[in-house]
């Protein structure tokens, strides 16, 4: 374990996802573009959950945060096999959905582990 304890607030993921609703309602009633506004919706998903996510993961050590950005890479790789095996099935539930909540894991890792290995480098190199 390492001593950063220290959580950190999720402005990366709330400005995502502001971004992300900006975007999908230019590119909804502005251009028109069906496609960029499921992609811009996916990011409002990913970072919605990545920033619940954070407030949990940001008080972890390293080992964990890695452990979590691997678990929802594999979350995002089953819901992409799974959907793109039963695209055609009509389901209430349907398994997809764990690629999104690994979707929101992975964005949460990402930015989690890229803050914990700043802030661990400036320590570091911060002299005494």
Excluded at 1 to 24: C, N
Excluded at 65 to 75: D, F, I, K
Aim: proline share 2%; aromatic share 10%; net charge positive.
């Amino acid at each position: 374990m390492t001593s950063h304890t220290d959580k950190r607030k999720p402005i990366p993921e709330l400005t995502l996802f502001a971004a992300g609703i900006v975007a999908a309602v230019i590119a909804g009633k502005v251009i028109g573009s069906s496609t960029w506004f499921a992609v811009f919706i996916f990011l409002c998903i990913f970072s919605g959950l990545a920033a619940v996510f954070s407030t949990v993961l940001s008080s972890r050590g390293l080992a964990f945060q890695v452990a979590s950005t691997v678990l929802g890479l594999a979350a995002v790789v089953f819901g992409l096999l799974w959907w793109n095996s039963h695209r055609l099935d009509n389901e209430i539930f349907s398994h997809v959905f764990i690629g999104h909540i690994g979707g929101g894991l992975l964005l949460s890792g990402i930015l989690n582990l890229t803050y914990t290995l700043r802030h661990r480098h400036s320590e570091n190199s911060t002299p005494s």
